[in-house]
Each structure stands twice: as C-alpha cells, then as structure tokens.
T-cell receptor
Framework: KAGVTQTPRYLIKTRGQQVTLSCSPI?????VSWYQQTPGQGLQFLFE???????NKGNFPGRFSGRQFSNSRSEMNVSTLELGDSALYLC????????????FGPGTRLTVL | GENVEQHPSTLSVQEGDSAVIKCTYS??????FPWYKQELGKGPQLIID?????GEKKDQRIAVTLNKTAKHFSLHITETQPEDSAVYFC????????????FGKGTHLIIQP
C-alpha cells in the first residue's frame, strides 16, 4: 500500500507571497492532519480534516488555512508569507477522526526569502 | 492545552547497550501516546504506541511503558544497532481525539560503534 505523498517536496518563496501544499493520504484513510516542524518550536499541530470538514485547529494565525476534497486529498495554504514560516510542513493520514495512529508523509520544505 | 516534556535532548550509547527516553504530559485526559523515529530528510515514522488502558507494550527490541498516575511514559530500546541512530519524538493526544498530537522536543539518539 502506498504511503502518504506530499507535493512539492521543496519550495522557495519570497515574503508576501502565498503558497499551496498538497497531500494525498494512504488509500482508505479519511483523516488528514497538518503539522509544522521548525528547529525552534519542534512539531506543532496546524489542523485536522475529516470528511471535507476542519475538525480541529492548532494555535496558528488565520493566514494558515486548508481544505479537504471528496477523495480525502488535502491542501494547505499560507498567505502573506513571513520569514518565520520557513519550515518543514508535514501531512499525516489516519483512518478516521481521532483514530490514533497517524502516518506521516516526507514533508514539504518551504523556504521564505 | 496539553504540554509534553521529553528528556534527554541528546543520548549517546554504545552499540548493543540499551537506550531509554522519557516523557511527561500534563493533560490527565490524554489517552494515546505514540513514539516516532525521524531520520534526516524524512518524515516521522511511527514505531510504537500505547493507549491509556495499557501499562506496557513491546515490539521486538522496542518497548513503551506508561504510568498514568505520574503522567509519564518511556521508550526503551534494547540491543541498540547503528540504524537506531535518529531523532525520536514522543507525543500525546487528548481524550476523545479532539486535538492533534502534541509532541515533545525530540531526542537525538547516537549509537557509538
């Protein structure tokens, strides 16, 4: 069974721009969660989607948003990029909301210049 | 919200020896505790998990123990091998699955040949 895939793997943007990252969960998994990983703050929860609805949200500003499609694929968007948004963005899939086991993709490395 | 503390931040052991990583959590309602291994350039890989109704779980050389009263859980790796070198993260998830995973800051495990 294929794992979680994320595209693109690397991205370079400049301050003020916006970016969209994509995640395809493991086949049959209906929940997708997004995390930001930085050296200073570690792994932080952004939001979780299940059945095309945002179920949970972490403590991030409204510039961070996401959506989920009917095939469970998910995208996250960051608008008005800041230097501090440079990070590894990780997507994790699980069978259902609150299902416990989350399986991570390889991440998208975003660099903001 | 939940807060997870992880110690030590760096652990160096001789090949063949055991390694122990400890975490504490703050939310007594948390009921799911996974451990992840992250290698350079990759996303976190789930290696073992435990739920709050279980005190110990073992999978070959890896074991996790949970003390609900003290709100701490530990990862034990026996007969360490060079391929065990990586960053290990503990995490906790609140009761009812209403929140994303809260991660510890990570432990860099170094296996000395």
């Amino acid at each position: 069974k294929a794992g979680v895939t994320q595209t693109p793997r690397y991205l370079i943007k400049t301050r003020g721009q916006q970016v969209t990252l994509s995640c395809s969960p493991i086949s049959g998994h209906r929940s997708v969660s997004w995390y930001q990983q930085t050296p200073g703050q570690g792994l932080q929860f952004l939001f979780e989607y299940f059945s095309e609805t945002q179920r949970n949200k972490g403590n991030f500003p409204g510039r961070f948003s996401g959506r989920q499609f009917s095939n469970s694929r998910s995208e996250m968007n960051v608008s008005t990029l800041e230097l501090g948004d440079s990070a590894l963005y990780l997507c994790a899939s699980s069978l259902g909301q609150g299902a416990g086991e989350q399986f991570f993709g390889p991440g998208t490395r975003l660099t903001v210049l | 919200g939940e807060n997870v503390e992880q110690h030590p931040s760096t652990l160096s052991v001789q090949e063949g020896d055991s390694a122990v990583i400890k975490c504490t959590y703050s939310d007594s309602a948390s009921n799911y505790f996974p451990w992840y291994k992250q290698e350079l350039g990759k996303g976190p890989q789930l290696i073992i998990d435990i739920r709050s109704n279980v005190g110990e779980k073992k999978d070959q050389r890896i074991a996790v123990t949970l003390n609900k009263t003290a709100k701490h859980f530990s990862l034990h790796i026996t007969e360490t091998q060079p391929e065990d070198s990586a960053v290990y993260f503990c995490a906790a998830r609140g009761g009812g699955g209403a929140d994303g995973l809260t991660f510890g800051k990570g432990t860099h495990l170094i296996i000395q040949p």
